[in-house]
């Protein structure tokens, strides 16, 4: 049974760090891209940053360019996001996903594009 499950999580202050990890099992780790969302109360749930199967081409929305990190360790079926300076608006329940990957040059930061999903992670930013 495919599983993707999200932990490290947690309440930081502004311009702290936090790194999210997500492990998958019950599949072939090493053919799936993988992709972080996120969804704050009352907003649509947003791409975040994706990965290629084999860690390259990753992929990052504006918003955390240059903050934020992803990369994957396929031994360990796991992919991280390393989350530095963090914002009061980066708060929201962060969710990886995967979806095969098929070769794209650009991974794409869309929800509809993946069809497995973790239970997520909660990240609250506040002073």
């Known amino acids: 049974q495919l599983q993707l499950v999200e932990s490290g999580g947690g309440l930081v202050q502004p311009g702290g760090s936090l790194r999210l990890s997500c492990r998958g099992s019950?599949?072939?780790?090493?053919?799936?891209?993988v992709g972080w969302f996120r969804q704050a109360p009352g907003k649509e749930r947003e791409g975040v940053s994706a990965i290629s199967n084999s860690g390259g081409s990753p992929t990052y929305a504006d918003s955390v360019k240059g903050r934020f990190a992803i990369s994957r360790d396929n031994a360990k079926n796991t992919v991280y996001l390393q989350m530095n300076t963090l914002k009061p608006e980066d708060t929201g329940v962060y969710y990886c996903?995967?979806?095969?990957?098929?070769?794209?040059?650009?991974?794409?930061?869309?929800?509809?594009?993946?069809?497995?999903w973790g239970q997520g992670a909660q990240v609250t930013v506040s002073s």
């Open positions: 996903a995967a979806k095969l990957f098929l070769g794209e040059w650009v991974i794409p930061l869309v929800p509809y594009e993946y069809n497995h």
């Open positions: 019950g599949f072939s780790f090493d053919n799936y891209a």
